[in-house]
């Protein structure tokens, strides 16, 4: 049996490896982009049980809008979101606003997404973020990230307690180091050693592949008890 599965964030490396995963299983999907460049050049726009929507993060006040175009299309189902903003700051260096982007783009977009979602679409029963492990285990210079990630770990297990009277299941995903051409873009930029990097990991650094199991979990279980939930797929390293 199909579902209709609205993915926030498909411009993300994450997202549009979950939606080609997700098509091939036979899933109608919706997928936010931040721009019709990024939505054209997706290799996703050419498939028939795909749309794409046009999402700007920075203006929740136009999210109203696109839920109705979205609405128009399918019913949603299931909702995943890739939402996020990655950044390097350092307690000495951290100013303000960077604070309040990364906040806004981890955890407030997020909210006031589903929060219009819900109120528009009463077909959807579960919703799956995806925080880091760096909102479970904190590392130096990564203080608006981490904060706003382990936010989003908290605001998961509020709107489970909230929305379990209306059968609506929320949980959340925290993965480690994931190869993806950001990621290796960054780490060259830092002058990361990948090799020093796999060894922190005891099962060594992730591919995407790693995450498929948790979000179908989360997603598609038929008993459909799992809920306040932060799933930790990192190869160890919060162990280490």
């Given at each position: 049996?199909?579902?209709?599965?609205?993915?926030?964030?498909?411009?993300?490396?994450?997202?549009?490896?979950?939606?080609?995963?997700?098509?091939?299983?036979?899933?109608?999907?919706?997928?936010?982009?931040?721009?019709?460049?990024?939505?054209?050049?997706?290799?996703?726009?050419?498939?028939?049980?795909?749309?794409?929507?046009?999402?700007?993060?920075?203006?929740?006040?136009?999210?109203?809008?696109?839920?109705?175009?979205?609405?128009?299309?399918?019913?949603?189902?299931?909702?995943?979101?890739?939402?996020?903003?990655?950044?390097?700051?350092?307690?000495?260096?951290?100013?303000?606003?960077?604070?309040?982007?990364?906040?806004l783009h981890n955890v407030s977009a997020n909210i006031e997404f589903v929060r219009l979602l819900l109120r528009k679409c009463k077909s959807v029963n579960s919703v799956v973020f995806t925080?880091?492990?760096?909102?479970?285990?904190?590392?130096?210079?990564?203080?608006?990230?981490?904060?706003?990630?382990?936010?989003?770990?908290?605001?998961?297990?509020v709107l489970a307690l909230e929305l379990a009277r209306s059968k609506v299941r929320v949980n959340c995903i925290s993965p480690g180091w994931i190869k993806s051409p950001a990621a290796l873009?960054?780490?060259?930029?830092?002058?990361?050693?990948?090799?020093?990097?796999?060894?922190?990991?005891?099962?060594?650094?992730?591919?995407?592949?790693?995450?498929?199991?948790?979000?179908?979990?989360?997603?598609?279980?038929?008993?459909?008890?799992?809920?306040?939930?932060?799933?930790?797929?990192?190869?160890?390293?919060?162990?280490?």
């Amino acid at each position: 049996m199909s579902d209709n599965v609205l993915l926030l964030g498909c411009g993300s490396y994450l997202g549009r490896s979950y939606a080609s995963y997700l098509l091939s299983k036979g899933h109608l999907v919706g997928g936010t982009f931040s721009c019709k460049e990024s939505a054209i050049k997706s290799d996703l726009s050419s498939h028939t049980n795909f749309s794409a929507f046009i999402v700007n993060i920075e203006d929740p006040d136009n999210f109203s809008v696109v839920i109705d175009d979205i609405c128009s299309v399918f019913s949603v189902d299931k909702l995943v979101s890739f939402w996020g903003f990655h950044s390097i700051n350092p307690f000495r260096t951290t100013k303000i606003n960077e604070l309040s982007k990364s906040f806004l783009h981890n955890v407030s977009a997020n909210i006031e997404f589903v929060r219009l979602l819900l109120r528009k679409c009463k077909s959807v029963n579960s919703v799956v973020f995806t925080s880091s492990v760096a909102g479970v285990k904190p590392e130096k210079g990564l203080l608006s990230y981490a904060i706003a990630k382990s936010a989003l770990i908290s605001a998961t297990q509020v709107l489970a307690l909230e929305l379990a009277r209306s059968k609506v299941r929320v949980n959340c995903i925290s993965p480690g180091w994931i190869k993806s051409p950001a990621a290796l873009k960054s780490s060259k930029r830092l002058n990361v050693d990948l090799d020093v990097l796999n060894g922190l990991y005891p099962l060594g650094t992730g591919v995407f592949e790693y995450l498929i199991n948790s979000y179908d979990l989360l997603l598609f279980s038929k008993e459909g008890w799992i809920t306040g939930q932060n799933i930790v797929v990192d190869g160890g390293w919060t162990l280490s």
